[in-house]
């Protein structure tokens, strides 16, 4: 790949200053940008998409790390313009696009297999990760930067304090890893909280619902009343919630937080 400026250049040339309202914090630190292309594996095949690249930190990395096609979806028209000589240096491998990332069918991206490794604005992150949940047969694997307290969410265990609907829609749909923190003196501006990597691994098709509505209803209910008993919680969804709850094994006077992803999939199941 062709010689390009230092990133903080890039950013300065382009008046790509950091918006709040973008949920923008970009990584500059190529050691780390690296680390996080190289936990996705392999890249020499399929399409790997990228949401957010900002100046092209991650961008750069994934390229080095050897990428085949790299598909960057960019909603900041500056960014894009930012990342035009990085596109001319990588001689056919990145492709820039400029949308909003919520809007775009990942199949029509790129070849498989396919792959989303991102350092996520913070202000749409939950929002993504959701919908790539329901197309996850499109994805072979996903290695995404959130907050910290995101990635706590994703990961809790039942009974745990972060453990919600976040919780059961990803263990559900795929193997969650969490891999590592990054600190907020590693972004430009630091960010008021730690962030954390994460690797989803989707779950063999045999094992995952083949719609996620049912489980988005039920875990909505019930996490939405996390404090009332399942047979309270759930009276919106069941006629006879405690017939239902019953009838699959589970305690009516169990709380949301007690069921494990498993359990939210009998009650999904059940409607």
Not at 88 to 104: K, N, P, T, Y
Not at 128 to 142: P, S
Not at 154 to 179: E, K
């Amino acid at each position: 790949m062709a010689a390009l400026p230092p990133l903080r250049e890039t950013i300065a040339a382009h008046g790509l200053d950091a918006r709040k309202r973008l949920g923008q914090h970009f990584l500059l630190d190529l050691n780390l940008t690296r680390r996080i292309a190289r936990a996705a594996g392999a890249l020499g095949e399929g399409t790997t998409i990228e949401v957010g690249p900002g100046p092209g930190g991650l961008t750069r990395a994934l390229l080095l790390e050897g990428a085949r096609r790299v598909v960057a979806i960019e909603l900041d028209p500056r960014a894009i313009a930012a990342l035009r000589d990085l596109e001319h240096a990588a001689a056919g491998r990145l492709d820039l696009v400029q949308a909003d990332a919520l809007g775009l069918d990942i199949a029509a991206l790129g070849a498989p297999p396919r792959r989303i490794v991102a350092n996520l604005p913070y202000n749409v992150s939950t929002p993504l990760l959701v919908h790539w949940l329901h197309h996850i047969a499109d994805v072979e694997q996903m290695v995404l930067m959130f907050q910290k307290e995101v990635a706590d969410r994703l990961s809790a265990p039942p009974r745990s304090r972060d453990y919600g609907r976040l919780s059961v829609l990803a263990q559900h749909v795929c193997a969650v890893h969490r891999l590592f923190d990054i600190s907020p003196s590693a972004f430009v501006p630091p960010p008021k909280v730690t962030s954390s990597v994460v690797r989803l691994v989707p779950r063999p098709a045999a094992l995952r619902l083949p719609e996620l509505a049912p489980l988005e209803r039920v875990t909505a209910a019930a996490f939405g009343q996390r404090r009332k008993m399942l047979r309270g919680a759930l009276a919106g969804v069941f006629a006879d919630p405690a017939a239902t709850l019953g009838n699959l094994g589970l305690a009516p006077t169990a709380r949301a937080e007690e069921l494990s992803p498993a359990e939210f999939v009998r009650l999904a199941q059940a409607l």
